[in-house]
């Protein structure tokens, strides 16, 4: 911030007269001399002086000091004095709320100002400063100004009534003013009828069930005729509003189609991709053999194209977008491929998307292309898109198998290389194409077998160990191969650690005379010397398999792999539909739902496409989701990277970048029985092996042997699945206010509240750190001790900044529950240590438990019932919450909000049972039966659980959520 | 909508401050600093979320310009108008630079206040704004009662871009065709991709409120003329050149004075002008494209620490035109020790900063060859890595339009000032870009 005073220094007395100049004011009584001139007869003098507030304002210097003087200069008829007042009272009257009202009267007046220019000026600056009592101020003008003569007034108004929302709904409702802004739509002039659509979408938002934004048809009608007339921002406002209307039938979808067309020639992108959004979603609703049909698709591919000779940062949301919409009908852009060839100069984000586009279109028909662009892309200087265009080869070997044997060749050649990082991307990817084409390519096993040495990252490594122990049998010194892994077996990563664990199981199996020495040492090593669970299960599952039946062992081990399928990362069906309702929002970008990235009710409600419309509808409800020549939905595990996203800084572990699908049915079983029969002890396995689709996930049946030996460990992995699944949900979990932790006294001045949150599956714990020191206070960190349920910080402690004298500053730390276990007492409470450059401090506190209630925890009916009779009734505890009123369908959404899920209702003359469960991180499972009697405003719940110390803790919050 | 919009230095100094959402807090500023401008690797992104708050940003020169927001916002949009920030900016002060930024701070602030409201882009047009924003000379408070209530009808109406009552002596305007070729192109001589995308800038000084009319060689349109039977024939002998009349445009984007529904409906190109200079239309073609130049690349690798190459280039258009600027730009690997070249035409030389043999000749006439040798001595290296051979690039200007286009005519009509088609001076020129024009070797 020091540019002011160096700009001073290296312009002298500039002849110039120019606004920099403001930024030189003398340091010494400043503010003194500010308010002398602020005060000053002379209108030059005064205007010059609120500039240099300005400047010290935007500089970061506190002029707040000056609040009085200022808003004395607002009362003038220059309208460029008057727009610096405003500039600072904007900034300022928060913190000055008692003097802002001084500047009440002369928005009062200005909003009766002859000159429509002031009197907008002054109600769109009254919307922004967010003081309470001035917001009743504001009422009456904006009620006039909302009904202004002239159109720049009244457009103004339309926005001011957003901003009112934002400060109080409830004003706003009583006010009226919802009504008046809803007959802005149909104001004569385009301009207001947009800011008007703008404000009401972003209003509804906030309010999903409310009736808001009456969609009809005659409403349409207006806002398709002011689309032809207003700017290019006011068209995005209204094509993103139009988007969210559902059609009545074909016919109508037909005719908007036919009018919004028109906006695909618009100069600016975001027009364009706004009425692709509107285009592609009610297309849905059109009979597809209909000629329209077709001549819409044709329409579409030109200016998706056309996109990409934007700006690059507007290239790269295109692409994004593009990505969507190849996934939901690849018909439009399938002669396009040559569009998305990499251009030398692209910047690196957009070649890797271009990259993902192209495997997407590869077909037979363009493959040879594809494959000499990939293989010249390989060459490449940048390491993830050389990574990058390798794994694509090994993609089109998957998709397009008349091109597989051409693929692997050109991965040989790549091998040939030697260039280190080229040569594990081809293993890994070779490894897949093993699994696609079983007994066609295993001549190049020696090649591979080569270059062994070489690699050094996990996934590479986990790819070979899998082909040794897949071919065992061909591969004459398989077990020196795998010996040789076995030597530094505890330095591997778990990947490669649970693969070898397998390869070697296979190679005995196969070969069982040479090798019994070796799988003597694989389990031994797993089972005693390993303090990972996953292994230890795994190791402890093989052990007990091959000593009670090797027969079983070996249809278990060496069972027939299911197929993997073509696409690797399709965006699962029902995210894509709801994303392709965002096409050209953030949301499209991230290929996340908005639920996973923003707070609060904001943008929650989940969109969705309109159903196809006329007679057929079940005969063409199939093809609603078509996106391959495949009948069935293909089944695919989406990978992490596309759910999660890399931006949220989730630290997943164990990457598996290529999941290969599995039968759905056959995973569901998989999950439900692991779920239900076997609770903790197993969940952390499922997410841990799936890549490599070894003996697990394909033989339910094996499971329950395995119960009686595998220790009674609580869990404590992160389980991928948790995860996985919370990203997707609704986040509405209660979230206690902050309570002083660490008081000021007891830490040399350094003051720390907080309180706990569960959003979108992600933990966090919310800090407030102040410095009530006299000193700065820098280099914090974080750390807890070990608790009950492995919590443990996922990141450091993000205090950017050095925290000086007085001030304050949130922040929010990423908890995985990963970390080391161990029973506390209570069970919930958190013994935390915080360092800076002081000191370490310790203190502590308890979190709710419903911090640890995951996404996925609806149980089954079946597993539900099943369980329930399994726990003894000793382990049931009962519990009574008093004093709620709520009916027994608004409890459950409630505390559905925080992962409790209702799975059933019975009624019993008057009394509603609700059956929930509720599931921990470390896969501990809670069942509750809740009784309500209705007129009654006490609830008896009865809680079960095999860990029975829990259920206090999951009853105080049932309490905490239907209390708050 | 955009939450708040910075302007930092490339220290990551913060210039422009402005918040327009009270869940923008004043830690955003240092987050976008701290993670995207200070961070040490290669950006991966423009989007950036930082604690789940998004950032956009473009950079300009030195300059980074960031949005940011905490809603699901239209991320085409918010760029969309990142870029015309920019536009605005430029147009009141010329280039965007810390300095200038720093000295018309206030204007900025003004501007940011009256083209965001509540995060919610407004008029953007630079003609409009240049009416009412008070900064930089023009002062509106003068303005009497009815020249208020003219700005404000035309910041909110249906012609924003252009305000009444303007008067030229001369009604005059100037039409340049811009275009820039695209070639990708296989050391085998194979088109791997070819496009233009050509602009329509055109610059008008014309009297009150006209009407104007443009027309092309569309096939669509000709074709559809033809059918009709009123078949313009004039054309055929201004067309000349290439000897095709009409061209395929794959897509094409307007300015928003032009009538979208008209096109989409009849093809026709209709609108109000703005005054002054401005980008009437965008296109794009991939078909029948006139590739002004050929390039014929041969490497050879004379053991590991020589390297000979042979680049021929062919002009493919009539002999009477001239290209000019013509640059040829040969990449070398980065451990060249020394290069001999001889070029037939021109001057090369080798540019060791740039890893590359850069080849200028000014003018080159139609149907004409050149040829460059070199010889390229190498480092010995233990590099495993090979080296990438980027492809050999070239920048060239022509004098006609590459995709075949022509301007058929462009009407103007003003039914209530007394001028007539006839009397405006009207100026046409065409000139051919490189745009990325590149041969693998």
């Known amino acids: 911030m020091e540019w002011a005073s160096q700009l001073c220094e290296n312009r002298g007395l500039g002849s110039k007269m120019t606004d920099s100049k403001y930024f030189t004011t003398t340091k010494k009584g400043e503010i003194f001399e500010l308010k002398a001139e602020l005060n000053s007869d002379k209108k030059e003098k005064k205007k010059e002086a609120v500039k240099k507030v300005i400047a010290s304002?935007?500089?970061?210097?506190?002029?707040?000091?000056?609040?009085?003087?200022?808003?004395?200069?607002?009362?003038?008829?220059?309208?460029?004095?008057?727009?610096?007042?405003?500039?600072?009272?904007?900034?300022?009257?928060?913190?000055?709320?008692?003097?802002?009202?001084?500047?009440?009267?002369?928005?009062?007046?200005?909003?009766?100002?002859?000159?429509?220019?002031?009197?907008?000026?002054?109600?769109?600056?009254?919307?922004?400063?967010?003081?309470?009592?001035?917001?009743?101020?504001?009422?009456?003008?904006?009620?006039?100004?909302?009904?202004?003569?002239?159109?720049?007034?009244?457009?103004?108004?339309?926005?001011?009534?957003?901003?009112?929302?934002?400060?109080?709904?409830?004003?706003?409702?009583?006010?009226g003013f919802l009504d008046t802004l809803k007959d802005l739509i149909s104001d004569s002039n385009p301009m207001v009828v947009a800011n008007a659509v703008a404000a009401l979408s972003e209003i509804a938002e906030s309010h999903p069930n409310?009736?808001?934004?009456?969609?009809?048809?005659?409403?349409?009608?207006?806002?398709?005729?002011?689309?032809?007339?207003?700017?290019?921002?006011?068209?995005?406002?209204?094509?993103?509003?139009?988007?969210?209307?559902?059609?009545?039938?074909?016919r109508e979808s037909q005719s908007i189609c036919e009018r919004v067309t028109p906006r695909l020639s618009h100069a600016n992108s975001a027009v364009v991709l706004s009425a692709v959004k509107v285009l592609m979603k009610f297309m849905e609703?059109?009979?597809?053999?209909?000629?329209?049909?077709?001549?819409?698709?044709?329409?579409?591919?030109?200016?998706?194209?056309?996109?990409?000779s934007a700006e690059p940062e507007l290239q790269y949301v295109a692409l994004r977008n593009i990505n969507l919409i190849v996934q939901k009908r690849p018909e439009i852009l399938k002669h396009e491929m040559k569009v998305f060839f990499v251009k030398y100069n692209d910047p690196i984000y957009v070649k890797l998307e271009k990259l993902d586009i192209m495997i997407r279109l590869a077909s037979q028909a363009n493959i040879a292309q594809v494959l000499a662009e990939l293989k010249e892309y390989a060459t490449e200087v940048d390491v993830d898109f050389v990574r990058k265009a390798v794994r694509a080869i090994g993609r089109c070997a998957i998709k397009v198998e008349q091109s597989a044997e051409r693929c692997v060749s050109t991965l040989l050649d790549l091998i040939q290389t030697k260039v280190n990082y080229v040569v594990q991307e081809a293993i890994?990817?070779?490894?897949?194409?093993?699994?696609?084409?079983?007994?066609?390519?295993?001549?190049?096993?020696?090649?591979?077998?080569?270059?062994?040495?070489?690699?050094?990252?996990?996934?590479?490594?986990?790819?070979?160990?899998?082909?040794?122990?897949?071919?065992?049998?061909?591969?004459?010194?398989?077990?020196?191969?795998?010996?040789?892994?076995?030597?530094?077996?505890?330095?591997?990563?778990?990947?490669?650690?649970?693969?070898?664990?397998?390869?070697?199981?296979?190679?005995?199996?196969?070969?069982?005379?040479?090798?019994?020495?070796?799988?003597?040492?694989?389990?031994?090593?797993?089972?005693?010397?390993?303090d990972n669970p996953d292994l230890r299960d795994r190791g402890y599952i093989y052990w007990r398999l091959l000593s009670t039946d090797p027969v079983a062992a070996k249809e278990v081990v060496l069972a027939e792999k299911p197929l993997i399928s073509e696409e690797t990362d399709l965006i699962e069906p029902t995210l894509l539909e709801e994303l392709i309702c965002h096409i050209g929002t953030l949301a499209s970008v991230y290929h996340k739902p908005p639920s996973a990235f923003v707070e609060g009710?904001?943008?929650?409600?989940?969109?969705?496409?309109?159903?196809?419309?006329?007679?057929?509808?079940?005969?063409?409800?199939?093809?609603?989701?078509?996106?391959?020549?495949?009948?069935?939905?293909?089944?695919?595990?989406?990978?992490?990277?596309?759910?999660?996203?890399d931006l949220l800084n989730l630290d997943l572990a164990p990457p598996t970048a290529t999941v290969p699908s599995v039968q759905p049915s056959m995973q569901m079983g998989a999950m439900d029985l692991l779920g239900g029969g076997l609770d903790s002890l197993l969940g952390g396995d499922i997410g841990g092996s799936p890549s490599m689709g070894a003996g697990l996930g394909v033989a339910p049946a094996a499971m329950p042997t395995a119960l009686g030996i595998a220790p009674a460990v609580g869990g404590g992995l992160g389980d991928l699945f948790d995860l996985g699944g919370g990203v997707g949900m609704p986040t509405g979990s209660y979230v206690a206010p902050k309570t002083v932790w660490l008081p000021a006294?007891?830490?040399?001045?350094?003051?720390?509240?907080?309180?706990?949150?569960?959003?979108?599956?992600?933990?966090?714990?919310?800090?407030?750190?102040?410095?009530?020191?006299?000193?700065?206070?820098?280099?914090?960190?974080?750390?807890?001790?070990?608790?009950?349920?492995g919590l443990a910080p996922a990141g450091p402690l993000q205090v950017l900044t050095p925290l000086s004298p007085n001030q304050t500053i949130d922040v929010s730390l990423p908890l995985s529950t990963s970390g080391p276990v161990m029973k506390m007492e209570p069970l919930n409470n958190l013994q935390v240590a915080v360092k800076n450059n002081i000191d370490v401090f310790y203190f502590s506190c308890q979190y709710p438990l419903s911090l640890i209630f995951v996404e996925d925890g609806k149980m089954e009916r079946q597993v539900f019932l099943a369980t329930w009779k399994d726990i003894p009734n000793d382990n049931e505890a009962?519990?009574?919450?008093?004093?709620?009123?709520?009916?027994?369908?608004?409890?459950?959404?409630?505390?559905?909000?925080?992962?409790?899920?209702?799975?059933?209702?019975?009624?019993?003359?008057?009394?509603?049972?609700?059956?929930?469960?509720?599931?921990?991180?470390?896969?501990?499972?809670?069942?509750?039966?809740?009784?309500?009697?209705?007129?009654?405003?006490?609830?008896?719940?009865?809680?079960?659980?095999?860990?029975?110390?829990?259920?206090?803790?999951?009853?105080?919050?049932?309490?905490?959520v239907l209390k708050n | 909508m955009i939450g708040g919009l910075f302007i930092y230095n490339h220290k990551g100094e913060v210039l422009i401050s402005r918040v327009y959402r009270d869940d923008i807090g004043r830690n955003a500023v240092d987050a976008f600093r701290v993670n995207v401008i200070h961070a040490r690797q290669q950006v991966r992104s423009p989007v950036t979320n930082i604690a789940r708050t998004s950032f956009f940003h473009v950079k300009r020169s030195n300059i980074w310009l960031a949005a940011v927001t905490k809603q699901n916002v239209n991320a085409a949009m918010v760029f969309e108008f990142l870029y015309k920030m920019c536009d605005v900016m430029t147009a009141y002060f010329g280039k965007i630079s810390e300095e200038n930024i720093k000295n018309n701070f206030v204007l900025i602030y003004e501007l940011l206040d009256e083209i965001l409201d509540f995060g919610y882009p407004q008029n953007s047009e630079t003609g409009a704004l240049k009416t009412f924003i008070t900064q930089q000379g023009i002062k509106s408070q003068h303005h009497t009662k009815e020249e208020q209530s003219q700005i404000t009808s035309q910041v909110t109406g249906q012609i924003g871009w252009r305000r009444e009552g303007i008067k030229y002596r001369r009604n005059e305007l100037f039409l340049d065709v811009l275009e820039s070729v695209n070639l990708l192109m296989s050391p085998q001589g194979q088109v791997l991709s070819a496009h233009v995308s050509g602009r329509v800038v055109m610059k008008s000084y014309l009297s009150g409120m006209p009407e104007c009319k443009f027309g092309m060689n569309d096939k669509i349109v000709i074709d559809k003329q033809g059918k009709g039977g009123t078949t313009d024939d004039s054309g055929k002998s201004e067309l000349g050149g290439s000897g095709k009349q009409s061209i395929a445009i794959d897509d094409c984007t307007f300015h928003q004075c032009v009538r979208l529904s008209k096109f989409d409906s009849e093809r026709s190109i209709s609108f109000i002008p703005p005054d002054g200079e401005y980008e009437l239309m965008r296109y794009r073609t991939t078909k029948d494209i006139i590739l002004p130049f050929r390039v014929i690349p041969l490497v050879r690798e004379v053991g590991r620490t020589k390297l000979e190459v042979k680049v021929v280039i062919k002009s493919n258009f009539k002999p009477s035109l001239l290209a000019q600027k013509i640059e040829v730009r040969i990449p070398t690997p980065l451990n060249t020790s020394g290069v001999q070249v001889i070029c037939m035409k021109g001057k090369a030389k080798y540019k060791a900063s740039e890893n590359a043999i850069v080849w200028k000749i000014k003018r080159m006439a139609g149907m004409k060859e050149s040829q460059i040798s070199a010889e390229i001595e190498l480092l010995p290296t233990n590099d495993k890595k090979k080296w990438a051979r980027p492809p050999i690039s070239m920048n060239f200007e022509v004098p006609f339009a590459p995709s075949g286009l022509k301007v058929r005519y462009l009407k103007v009509f003003e039914p209530k000032l007394n001028y007539s088609d006839h009397d405006v001076i009207k100026w046409v020129r065409y000139i051919g870009r490189s745009g990325i024009y590149e041969t693998r070797c």
């Open chain 1, 57 to 175: 304002m935007t500089v970061g210097k506190d002029v707040s000091a000056l609040f009085p003087d200022v808003v004395n200069c607002m009362q003038t008829d220059n309208l460029e004095l008057k727009k610096l007042v405003y500039l600072y009272l904007m900034n300022y009257a928060k913190s000055q709320p008692d003097m802002a009202i001084m500047a009440v009267n002369t928005f009062v007046k200005d909003c009766e100002d002859p000159n429509p220019l002031i009197r907008a000026l002054a109600v769109r600056t009254m919307g922004c400063i967010r003081v309470d009592k001035i917001t009743e101020y504001l009422c009456e003008p904006l009620r006039k100004c909302l009904k202004d003569e002239d159109p720049y007034v009244r457009k103004t108004a339309a926005v001011c009534v957003a901003k009112l929302h934002d400060i109080n709904a409830q004003l706003v409702e009583d006010q």
């Open chain 1, 210 to 250: 409310s009736n808001l934004l009456d969609l009809n048809p005659q409403t349409i009608n207006k806002l398709l005729t002011a689309l032809n007339e207003c700017t290019e921002w006011g068209q995005i406002f209204i094509l993103d509003c139009l988007a969210n209307y559902m059609p009545r039938d074909d």
């Open chain 1, 285 to 308: 609703m059109l009979p597809k053999d209909l000629d329209y049909y077709g001549t819409l698709l044709k329409k579409l591919a030109p200016p998706l194209v056309t996109l990409l």
């Open chain 1, 428 to 530: 890994v990817v070779i490894k897949d194409i093993f699994r696609k084409y079983p007994n066609k390519y295993e001549s190049v096993i020696a090649t591979l077998c080569e270059n062994l040495d070489s690699l050094d990252e996990p996934e590479a490594r986990a790819a070979m160990i899998w082909i040794v122990g897949e071919y065992a049998e061909r591969i004459d010194n398989a077990d020196e191969l795998l010996e040789s892994f076995l030597e530094g077996f505890h330095d591997e990563s778990t990947q490669v650690q649970l693969q070898l664990l397998t390869a070697i199981v296979k190679l005995f199996l196969k070969k069982p005379t040479e090798t019994q020495e070796l799988v003597q040492q694989v389990l031994s090593l797993a089972t005693q010397d390993s």
């Open chain 1, 601 to 645: 009710s904001r943008g929650v409600q989940h969109k969705r496409i309109p159903a196809r419309a006329g007679s057929g509808e079940s005969a063409e409800s199939s093809d609603v989701g078509q996106s391959g020549p495949s009948e069935a939905p293909p089944a695919v595990i989406p990978s992490q990277g596309d759910l999660l996203g």
């Open chain 1, 745 to 789: 006294m007891k830490a040399k001045g350094l003051e720390i509240s907080g309180t706990f949150a569960r959003r979108g599956g992600i933990i966090q714990m919310d800090l407030t750190l102040t410095n009530k020191a006299m000193s700065v206070m820098t280099d914090f960190a974080i750390q807890f001790n070990r608790n009950s349920f």
């Open chain 1, 878 to 960: 009962q519990f009574q919450i008093k004093d709620i009123h709520l009916n027994s369908d608004a409890a459950s959404n409630k505390l559905q909000g925080s992962n409790i899920f209702t799975i059933a209702k019975r009624t019993v003359e008057g009394q509603d049972m609700l059956y929930q469960s509720v599931k921990l991180t470390n896969g501990i499972w809670v069942l509750a039966e809740m009784r309500i009697q209705t007129g009654n405003p006490n609830y008896t719940l009865s809680i079960k659980c095999r860990a029975p110390e829990v259920c206090q803790f999951v009853f105080l919050c049932y309490e905490l």
